[in-house]
């Protein structure tokens, strides 16, 4: 096994030497940057384990590069050398993110054991943030299925990591939670976590709920607010339904994105945020770039890291542990005690195509455990055609019909009737819509 890597940050050459020795008798891997600034291009070229940084040097000093490591999606932990007595500047560097500090003068065994008890914390914190994120991904969301366990594989990977993460999936497949469990096993697991829903108000006011507004900056604006970025300070924000963007909006999205600032509606000066972005759609984006309905820069801006919620008839061994956990959670909400699910509608649930994914299974065990006559579940009660054998299961075309007749009418019943939210919904066009909604009588 390698040894771990230590980047010393010393604008003095003899206190790099006398640094170099100590870790390189501890058989450590020594790297050293004159500056904030060389450091952060040696980071660039090659990771290391941990930064040990002086505070006072030229271009870039010791706080400055604490807070440029903070900016990054992925650094490494850093200790920082403070002068003897001040113990303000350790305080500091702590608030900065640092794990430890090294008092000048230095003393060999000193310095040995802030390198080994900083490793150490490093490599604990980072796999209990991988622990939490599976343990998360487990917690927020039921699967036995593999390609869910590579979407939990994947989530512990990145979910550490301060980078940008772009979920994608149909609707109903579980993307908020695939995002909450991103953000219980990042370092920003006790910040805010907010989301925005991209589709549910116009663009003039997601300009204003996103960035904030001054008092009296446009008609309703009785006071002002400071937006969901400032509200995320430190945290992590949810973009749903990002797809649906309007052209200005993204523009707008791409400069905070960019700058770290967002400008207040009405206001002329900007403020910095540090927020970690998470975003989610169910519309192909790529596609969308093709035809100009979507920035080809914003979209890789997002697309850094992209975890893909698979379809639930693409991963049918969920099917059942779902079934059941509803089950039991719709029981203990309707107090009916404790419910069963025959064999027959185990078969029939595994059977099912599911288009509307898990969304659809809950509604329909929802459905069935609150019409329930007893505690073992024996029939589908009014939800999609079951598969039979036989004449009697009837043609593809006519079950499949059946279901989508069933999504329709549970969907615009959720959009109280609002055919555009309905249509933004489904990812269909509203000429589309309307001529379903006419074919099955449910205008």
């Not at 490599?123 to 209990?128: D, S, W």
């Not at 607010?225 to 973009?239: I, Q, S, V």
């Not at 598969?387 to 043609?395: N, V």
Request: hydrophobic fraction near 40%.
């Amino acid at each position: 096994m390698s040894p771990p890597v230590i980047l010393v940050v010393d604008d003095e050459p003899h206190v790099r030497f006398t640094l170099r020795a100590i870790l390189e008798d501890e058989g450590l891997e020594v790297l050293e940057a004159e500056d904030g600034q060389q450091a952060l291009e040696g980071l660039d070229a090659r990771p290391v384990d941990l930064l040990v940084t002086d505070l006072s040097m030229p271009r870039l000093d010791g706080m400055g590069l604490l807070r440029a490591l903070r900016e990054r999606d992925a650094s490494p932990p850093a200790i920082m050398i403070t002068a003897h007595g001040s113990e303000r500047t350790a305080v500091d560097a702590m608030k900065l993110g640092a794990i430890d500090y090294l008092p000048k003068p230095f003393d060999a065994d000193e310095v040995a054991r802030v390198i080994h008890r900083s490793l150490g914390t490093a490599r604990l914190e980072q796999e209990n943030r991988r622990l939490r994120a599976g343990l998360q991904l487990g917690q927020t969301m039921v699967f036995a299925s593999e390609p869910m366990q590579r979407v939990a594989e994947l989530v512990e990977r990145v979910a550490g990591k301060d980078v940008t993460v772009l979920v994608t999936g149909e609707s109903g497949t579980g993307k908020e939670l695939v995002a909450r469990a991103l953000v219980r096993g990042s370092r920003r697991a006790t910040a805010p976590y907010l989301r925005f829903n991209c589709a549910a108000i116009t663009a003039e006011l997601a300009e204003a709920e996103l960035f904030g507004h001054a008092k009296g900056s446009f008609t309703g604006a009785t006071r002002s607010r400071p937006g969901l970025f400032r509200e995320a300070d430190g945290g992590t924000l949810l973009l749903d339904e990002i797809g649906e963007l309007s052209p200005a909006m993204q523009a707008s999205l791409l400069r905070v994105l960019q700058e770290g600032e967002v400008r207040p509606v009405g206001e002329e000066h900007t403020v910095d945020v540090d927020v970690r972005l998470v975003a989610a759609t169910n519309r192909d984006l790529r596609h969308e770039v093709t035809e100009g309905r979507f920035r080809e820069d914003l979209f890789y801006r997002i697309n850094v890291v992209r975890i893909h919620v698979p379809p639930l008839r693409e991963r049918p061994a969920d099917i059942l542990p779902l079934a059941e956990h509803f089950a039991a959670k719709y029981a203990e909400r309707f107090g009916v005690g404790e419910v069963r699910l025959s064999q027959r509608v185990r078969d029939q649930l595994v059977a099912n195509p599911w288009p509307g994914n898990v969304r659809e299974l809950e509604h329909a065990v929802e459905r069935m455990v609150a019409l329930a006559t007893g505690p073992v579940i024996d029939e589908l009660e009014d939800g999609p055609v079951p598969a039979r054998s036989g004449d009697e299961a009837g043609g593809l075309k006519e079950r499949l019909a059946a279901f989508e007749r069933t999504i329709l009418e549970e969907e615009l019943a959720a959009c109280d009737g609002n055919h555009s939210e309905l249509a933004r919904r489904l990812d269909l066009s509203r000429a589309t819509l309307l001529d379903k909604l006419k074919r099955y009588g449910l205008r």
